[in-house]
């Protein structure tokens, strides 16, 4: 027993002298890679005084400063930044729903701005930007080597003036000129609508009265249509949403599923994960439900998106959504400014990472472009007129149906039409109302 308690005091004190022979060497390392920063930190300084004293023209302290700051950040990723004093204000009226300017969502790409999406209802919406442009020149005046702040700058302006911004399409031989005036920004966060009878759900922004909105305009909805028997669906239409708060898109997801992880978070440290769980309670009670997104879908559209994919919730229909997997805290500063830093990477209830990939449709339709007259591609005007049967003088009447057969029939053929009418408008959302028609039809059949 004595030589065992022997043996296992030399182990002990042999790892304490390896553990002081490994810990001096980083010890040093700590301390050679302090001076390192406090080096750099002086050069900045001199950097600095060389400017304020030598450079060619005076030059303002403050803006210097802030213009350091902002470089640092936005050299991490596209979405850290400085936010003055008036930029965070903006973001907070921003946030609240209601904001200045053109209505769009930008982020930067190659030095250009590019178009995460148009808000509906928007100046730039009705002036035909759209989601994946590429903004190069503001007024005539290059954006390329300006930062995402100094760009949004320049489109800021008082409401009423007018604007032109010079646009890259995807497509489109040439750059072209789009003139908008801009405006106060008011941003309803959801509209509801009942198309036949599936209620469309269309979210437009993720902010504090997402939730609210959408609660309130599917529950009139459902009213209306004579209750939740009246309803074969709901189509969440995400598309050009370019996101917002983290706390919404859980509270959406949250709406239409009863139990299950809904979003978790990373940081560089494990340990300040968070997860995010469902609560129980479907305002759809169990009703199919059809995500609509595409490539202006993203950040709270895509959390929202994955979680409903992942749990078999929804079919998910349009195009692959923009790839924004990373989230941002806004931290307040001194002298009224904030930061926004990237914080951490979310993930869906499997565990997968949408950064850079987006999420994937269920099934993948594509929008018929229009060119920027309206027109689909590829449209041709109708001529001619449809004959039939029916329309022969002195044509024989149908003796197999009754008078209510023949009404039925008449108005399965006029709701046809009107589906036909919405393919024109919009392709994808008539493709949503398809699938949950022939859903309907089929939980119906059993």
Known sequence: MKKFLMAAAAGTLAGVVVTTQVAAPLLAQEATRNTSVYEQLDLFGDIFERIRAQYVEEVDEA??????????????????????PDDAQAMQEQTRGEFGGLGIEVTQEEG?????????????????????????????????GLT????????????????VITVVREGEADAFDLSIIRDTIKLTAVRARTEQQTVVLRVTTFNDQTYPNLEEGLKKQ???????????????????NPGGLLTQAIKVSDAFLDKGEIVSTRGRNPADGDRFNATPGDLAMGKPIVVLINGGSASASEIVAGAL????????????SFGKGSVQTVMPL?????????TSRYYTPSGRSIQALGV???????QPRRDRDGADEGEEEATGFARTEAGLRGSLDNDSLTEDEIRQIEEDRARAEEVAKLREEDYQLAYA?????GLSTLNGAK
Do not use: C, W
């Open 63 to 84: 803006e210097l400063i802030e213009a350091a700051i902002n470089g640092m950040l936005t050299s991490l990723d596209p979405h850290s930044s400085y936010l003055s």
């Open 112 to 144: 250009f701005v590019k178009v995460v999406s148009p808000i509906d209802g928007t100046p730039a919406d009705s002036a035909g930007v759209e989601a994946g442009d590429f903004i190069t020149h503001v007024d005539g005046e290059s954006v390329l």
């Open 148 to 163: 995402l702040d100094e760009a949004v700058d320049l489109m800021r302006g008082p409401v009423g003036s007018e604007i």
């Open 222 to 240: 459902i009213e209306e249509a004579g209750g939740q028997d009246k309803v074969n669906g709901i189509v969440l239409d995400l598309r050009n």
């Open 309 to 320: 994919q992942d749990h078999r919730r929804a079919i998910i229909v349009g195009t692959k």
């Open 334 to 342: 001194r002298g009224d400014g904030a930061m926004r830093l990237t």
């Open 360 to 366: 994937s449709p269920d099934i993948l339709v594509k």
């Open 433 to 437: 109302i398809d699938i949950l028609k």
